[in-house]
Nanobody, 124 residues
């Protein structure tokens, strides 16, 4: 059974950091590109970052470049999203998802399995 489980969200002050984890089970993580998406209240879901399974190439939304870092540990079946210098506009539910692809894909409809999401709230 394919599963993706996110964790690591929470409440943090502006300028703070969080590290999200996405633990995969039921499939071989090495072969898949993993994406992080987020959805804020009243807004459409947007892509944040992704990392390929083939060569761990990465991609980031312009809004998070220089602040977020995606990485993967295939031995632990886990993909991480390190989020630094957090801003109130980063507040959203964050989801990880997988896609059978050798490159990063930006469109969420390309991804076939999703986690349940983890809430990130940036507020003073």
């Amino acid at each position: 059974q394919v599963q993706l489980v996110e964790s690591g969200g929470g409440l943090v002050q502006p300028g703070g950091s969080l590290r999200l984890s996405c633990v995969a089970s039921g499939f071989t993580l090495d072969y898949y590109t993993i994406g992080w998406f987020r959805q804020a209240p009243g807004k459409e879901r947007e892509g944040v970052s992704c990392i390929t399974g083939s060569d761990s190439s990465t991609d980031y939304a312009d809004s998070v470049k220089g602040r977020f870092t995606i990485s993967r540990d295939n031995a632990k079946n886990t993909v991480y999203l390190q989020m630094n210098s957090l801003k109130p506009e980063d507040t959203a539910v964050y989801y990880c998802a997988r896609v059978w692809a050798v490159t990063c894909l930006k469109e969420d409809y390309e991804y076939d399995y999703w986690g349940q999401g983890t809430q990130v709230t940036v507020s003073s």
